[in-house]
């Protein structure tokens, strides 16, 4: 078992930044892949970002050039950094991990951008 938790979700104006954590409860080298999803008000998940073991990353499009995603090994954490947030952006942020091949999923965190 693996649990995640998310922070960092807030409030912001559009153009305005947000740094997501996710924080697992135990070493994050064993995990295959860690990334992040999110989901709008009435709309399906959303694929975000991942980055894989080896270190390599990919981005959705609607967040490529805007959105970063790091680790931290010695912290078990993973993170989001977020920059010229959109009001598209609003959505609930979900951190995941693939262990043996379950996937585990964090509670999420909320992110609003509105002027």
């Known amino acids: 078992q693996v649990q995640l938790v998310e922070s960092g979700g807030d409030s912001v104006e559009p153009g305005g930044s947000l740094r997501l954590s996710c924080t697992a409860s135990?070493?994050?080298?064993?995990?295959?892949?860690m990334g992040w999803y999110r989901r709008a008000p009435g709309k399906q998940r959303e694929w975000v970002a991942t980055?894989?073991?080896?270190?390599?990353?990919n981005f959705a499009e609607s967040v490529k050039g805007r959105f970063t995603i790091s680790r931290d090994i010695a912290a078990n954490s993973m993170y989001l950094q977020m920059k010229s947030l959109k009001p598209e952006d609003t959505a609930v942020y979900y951190c995941t991990v693939n262990q043996f091949g379950l996937d585990y999923w964090g509670r999420g965190t909320q992110v609003t951008v509105s002027s």
């Open positions: 135990k070493n994050i080298l064993g995990f295959r892949n």
């Open positions: 980055i894989l073991a080896g270190g390599t990353t």
